[in-house]
């Protein structure tokens, strides 16, 4: 049995007018929609592109670009970019706790001294020794 292919992707350009967030995708000539929320927006984009594909709305991706007054987009961007630092911050902090975990326990320190150092339970001690 084959896996089903990804869907195909399609950027929409989403702009906000009024209540409504207008949506249009530069690749497709013709395909415009619109919708009262920003969700309701994306949902209506895909089914749109489908319709003009002629397929069904699951094999069809939208990544929308938002376009609003005075760049305030940009603060989407800001937002994205520091999830990503602390999502990069946390992987570094598991690193760091796992490696001096085991540090620790090489150099003969108790597992409850170790959770005490490292400022975690003992138990989470324990998890990091055992995690590849």
Not at 91 to 108: P, V
């Amino acid at each position: 049995m084959t896996s089903p292919a990804a869907p195909e992707t399609y950027r929409a350009i989403a702009e906000l007018d009024g209540d409504w967030w207008v949506v249009t995708v530069p690749d497709l000539r013709g395909v415009y929609t619109q919708g009262r929320t920003y969700e309701q927006a994306r949902a209506m984009a895909r089914d749109a592109i489908a319709t003009m594909l002629g397929v069904a709305a699951d094999r069809v991706a939208v990544t929308m670009d938002v376009r609003l007054p005075g760049h305030a987009e940009d603060s989407i961007d800001e937002v994205s970019q520091a999830r990503a630092a602390r999502d990069a911050a946390a992987a570094a902090e598991q690193r760091t706790l796992r490696e001096s975990a085991r540090r620790l326990k090489a150099a003969g320190v108790k597992v409850v001294d170790a959770a005490a150092l490292l400022g975690i339970s003992k138990q989470r001690v324990y998890q990091l020794l055992t995690d590849s």
